[in-house]
């Protein structure tokens, strides 16, 4: 075994074990939460030890790492999540590889999305990426769409074609009544999502939780944790 992959799967050890504590503490069965590994920064190399040692899900934030990523691991039986902000001018190539698309966050993403999905033959699974620190803009510091606008994005998304509703996404805000408070901004969610299933029982997934708040989504129900740096490392500094 590599140097690379005895840490990787030391560190996947670690996360398995906080998810399956928090599972225990919270009263839920380890299968109802998907660990997706996020990826970003780090090579193809990283994402194939990853796959050999058992992760199926993986995540990436920028489309100019990810396509040629998932390119070099076509091959390998993982599901691809885009989870950063989205601009329509990558969705062609984002649709491409993405069976998921986290952060929809505006209408004219979901028509960009569509077209794309309709021309590859693909279905692309959408969350609607919600901002629990929206201001009077409406949007969040890192994307996402004010609760009040939940509905009528989902209902786009529903009705567009090569599209699927999955659920919800949010980031713990770092600012407003939320700040420090993962746990509240996470069950903030969960509310929202029971809501968001009584027009769209289907869209059972809640994205929530990273290296540092997984516990508090899966304590407040999540079903999906996106962990990078407590599987990957500290990332390296972008220039």
């Known amino acids: 075994m590599t140097d690379r ?3 990787l799967a030391a560190n996947l050890a670690r996360v398995e074990e906080r998810i399956t504590a928090a599972c225990v503490a919270a009263g839920r069965k ?7 590994v996020v990826t970003k920064t780090y090579p193809a190399s990283d994402v194939r030890i990853l796959s050999e040692l058992g992760a199926r899900h993986v995540a990436e934030n920028r489309d100019q790492d990810a396509a040629p990523k998932a390119a070099a691991c ?3 039986p993982l599901k691809w999540h885009f989870v950063g902000q989205l601009q329509t001018n990558k969705v062609r190539s984002v649709v491409g ?3 998921f698309v986290q952060s929809v966050d505006r209408a004219r993403l979901v028509s960009a999305l569509s077209k794309e999905a309709v021309r590859a033959e693909r279905e692309v699974g959408c969350l609607v990426q919600v901002a629990l620190d929206a201001g009077v803009s409406g949007r969040g510091e890192r994307g996402g769409v004010a609760p009040g606008g939940i509905e009528e994005l989902a209902d786009l998304i529903a009705e567009a074609p090569g599209l ?3 659920g919800l996404m949010t980031v713990a805000p770092l600012t ?6 993962e746990q509240a901004a996470f069950e903030g969610l969960m509310d929202l999502s029971t809501d968001l299933r ?3 029982p289907a869209a059972t997934m809640v994205s929530a939780g990273m290296s540092a708040d997984l516990e508090q989504a899966v304590a407040a129900g999540a079903t999906h944790v996106r962990v990078g740096t407590a599987v990957l490392g500290v990332r390296p500094r972008l220039g």
């Open 176 to 181: 407003g009544e939320y700040a420090g408070r």
């Open 97 to 99: 590889y993405a069976d």
């Open 5 to 7: 992959k005895t840490e």
């Open 30 to 36: 380890r299968e109802e939460v998907t660990l997706i």
């Open 198 to 200: 009584r027009a769209h």
């Open 164 to 166: 699927r509703l999955d």
């Open 74 to 76: 076509a091959d390998l």
